[in-house]
């Protein structure tokens, strides 16, 4: 069955450092792979998504994500956090079925961003 | 252009009474789902349309129901509410064809709450 895991429920760092968010997946091929973004009392807004290709995806706002097939991962990267980042950021697996889209998100990571 | 809208933003029900969610979307959008978003476990489907007229079950569709009347508008329905389905709910839209289904775009949320 489909699922996908985000190890880390909260993580905080200091503004102007690296970030790194990871995101696992299990799925029986490639997935359709994407990481979203929520803001405090907000919906969730599209980072970035892979569906094929180059394997570094470059998304919104200075993020990236890199597409691991040997490891099944898909995490989620920014040389230089802003405190504007600070909110909870979602992974995503989904796959096209019965003329949509399915999609498994994970549990969520909440970013905190220290001045 | 708005994009997704939800009404109410914040309800508080007894348990037993009934209330609908409201969705709209402005984007001539084919696909509308509504997701319930939970502590810890990520968002979850409900149900989902792929166009005026259609619904069909999500992950979760129990003690939910759904009307698609209008290609605007997705309705989320309980009949008779439960503790159980104290979350936030969330809506969101896509495009129908291939190149741009996986991309949804969400609304800001209902918080319900069920006393």
């Known amino acids: 069955a489909q699922s996908v895991t985000q190890p880390d429920i909260h993580i905080t760092v200091s503004e102007g450092a690296s970030l790194e968010l990871r995101c696992n997946y299990s799925?029986?091929?490639?997935?359709?792979l994407f990481w979203y973004v929520q803001s405090p009392g907000q919906g969730l807004q599209l980072l970035l998504k892979?569906?094929?290709?180059?394997?570094l995806v470059q998304g919104i706002k200075g993020f990236e994500a890199e597409f691991k097939r040997s490891q099944s991962s898909f995490n989620l990267r920014k040389p230089s956090v802003h405190w504007s980042d600070a909110a909870e950021y979602f992974c995503?697996?989904?796959?096209?079925?019965?003329?949509?889209?399915?999609?498994?998100f994970g549990t969520g990571t909440r970013l905190k961003v220290l001045a | 252009n708005a994009g997704v809208t939800q009404t109410p933003k914040f309800r508080v029900l007894k348990t037993g009474q009934s209330m609908t969610l409201l969705c709209a979307q402005d984007?001539?959008?084919?696909?509308m789902y509504w997701y319930r978003q939970d502590p810890g476990m990520g968002l979850r489907l409900i149900h989902y349309?792929?166009?005026?007229?259609?619904?069909a079950k999500g992950e979760v569709p129990d003690g939910y129901n759904v009307s698609r009347l209008k290609k605007q508008n997705f309705l989320l329905g309980l009949e008779s509410a439960a503790p159980s389905q104290t979350s936030v709910y969330f809506c969101?839209?896509?495009?129908?064809?291939?190149?741009?289904?996986?991309?949804?775009?969400f609304g800001p949320g209902t918080r319900l709450t069920v006393l």
């Open positions: 969101a839209s896509s495009y129908s064809d291939r190149a741009r289904t996986d991309t949804q775009y």
């Open positions: 799925y029986g091929a490639t997935p359709y």
């Open positions: 892979y569906f094929s290709g180059d394997t």
């Open positions: 995503a697996v989904g796959w096209p079925t019965s003329g949509t889209y399915k999609y498994i």
């Open positions: 984007m001539n959008h084919e696909y």
């Open positions: 349309s792929v166009g005026e007229g259609t619904t």
